[in-house]
């Protein structure tokens, strides 16, 4: 049985993602005390330079917070990612007004996300069609440069085996999360936020959000149990005395 669930980590959004690498090595907090001992993590697209960069400098070195083992990734590319090349490279095969362009394009998308090996398909036809044109060198580089995008990805571009363990093949659920945590509580009307204000109200949606508000809780009342101060001892008539 595959049980699938999405923690958030609350970070205010800022032109980097230090402070996010930050936030993830300093955390995950024991909330999550039914934690398996080898959980299946997906890394969830990403777009821009934060594609690789993030994954490769943070995810990977990640290490489970009881075990201390290196934590095992699922990366997915965004599909529609993919998507967008292989229509680059429909382009440049065919010309726009060629109905062989959409339809020659719409082929290999359904190959890609249905067929088990579907993005081995998309290369084989891709590179037996541009083999047979006559291409500019300008229509030549952007052809390959779509076709390498794609064949240096191969591993993370199975979307009919993702899809079977209903992992996500779209960003839609990282885009989503800026949505239901930052704007649908920070960006009301008339709001107006300070830095500190903001980010404790992150730490409590992001809690409520991924479903660990109740043990978060339950640990923040025993880390407090401690901190209760401890009644004077009785006192008798001479203590009292002295301290007069």
Not at 33 to 61: H, K, M, Q, V
Not at 120 to 130: D, I, P, T
Not at 207 to 215: F, I, N, V, Y
Request: proline share 5%; hydrophobic share 35%.
């Amino acid at each position: 049985m595959l049980v699938t669930s999405t923690e958030y980590t609350p970070r205010r959004p800022r032109s980097s993602d230090q402070a996010l690498r930050g936030d993830f090595f300093r955390k995950p907090r024991p909330v999550r005390t039914e934690t398996p001992r080898n959980p299946s993590l997906i890394s969830p697209p990403l777009t821009g330079g934060n594609e690789s960069s993030y994954f490769e400098d943070t995810l990977l070195y990640m290490r489970h917070p009881r075990t201390g083992q290196r934590l095992e990734w699922q990366r997915v590319v965004d599909y529609f990612h993919a998507a967008q090349r292989i229509w680059q490279m429909a382009d440049v095969l065919f010309s726009t007004d060629d109905p062989r362009n959409r339809a020659w394009a719409r082929r290999m998308l359904k190959a890609l996300k249905r067929k088990r090996r579907g993005i081995k398909c998309v290369l084989h036809s891709a590179a037996a069609l541009v083999r047979r044109r006559t291409l500019s060198e300008e229509r030549c580089k952007d052809f390959w440069k779509s076709y390498n995008y794609l064949r240096k990805r191969t591993k993370w571009l199975r979307y009919s085996a993702y899809q079977a363990r209903h992992i996500p093949i779209g960003s839609g659920i990282t885009e989503a999360a800026c949505k239901t945590i930052f704007t649908q509580r920070l960006k009301l009307s008339g709001m107006r936020w300070k830095r500190a204000g903001a980010q404790q109200i992150l730490d409590l949606r992001t809690l409520l959000q991924s479903h660990t508000w109740q043990a978060a809780y339950t640990l923040s009342l025993k880390s407090r149990e401690t901190a209760i101060p401890v009644p004077y001892a009785r006192q008798n008539r001479k203590t009292a005395t002295c301290a007069a």
